[in-house]
Nanobody
């Protein structure tokens, strides 16, 4: 089955931007939907952004700041994060919407001054 590997996290200051990448081990062209999720320390996973059938949806706390998009040619799903806030600090994961995979290692985003 397809494997997903997240990258692009790091330590940034409030107001900065990051672009996260989720690279699939095989073609994603026939996978209809993906999501980005995050887990802050001591908390459960929460969904952040979903892209399905060309429609993107965001949790309220990131609307207007984050953008999810996919590049089928690169087998990659991206999360562009702008105007980052300290409360965005978390490990970020991507996953399929249908028959989700076990969580991978994710990529850590730390927003701190």
């Amino acid at each position: 089955q397809v494997q997903l590997v997240e990258s692009g996290g790091g330590l940034v200051q409030p107001g900065d931007s990051l672009r996260l990448s989720c690279v699939a081990s095989e073609s994603i062209s026939k996978i209809h939907g993906f999501g980005w999720y995050r887990q802050a320390p001591g908390k459960d996973h929460e969904w952040v952004a979903i892209l399905a059938n060309g429609v993107d949806t965001y949790t309220d706390s990131v609307k207007g700041r984050f953008t999810i998009y996919r590049d089928n040619a690169e087998n990659t799903i991206y999360l562009q994060m702008n105007h980052l806030k300290p409360e965005d600090t978390a490990t970020y994961y991507c996953n399929k919407l249908l028959r989700p995979l076990p969580w991978g290692q994710g990529t850590l985003v730390t927003v701190s001054s």
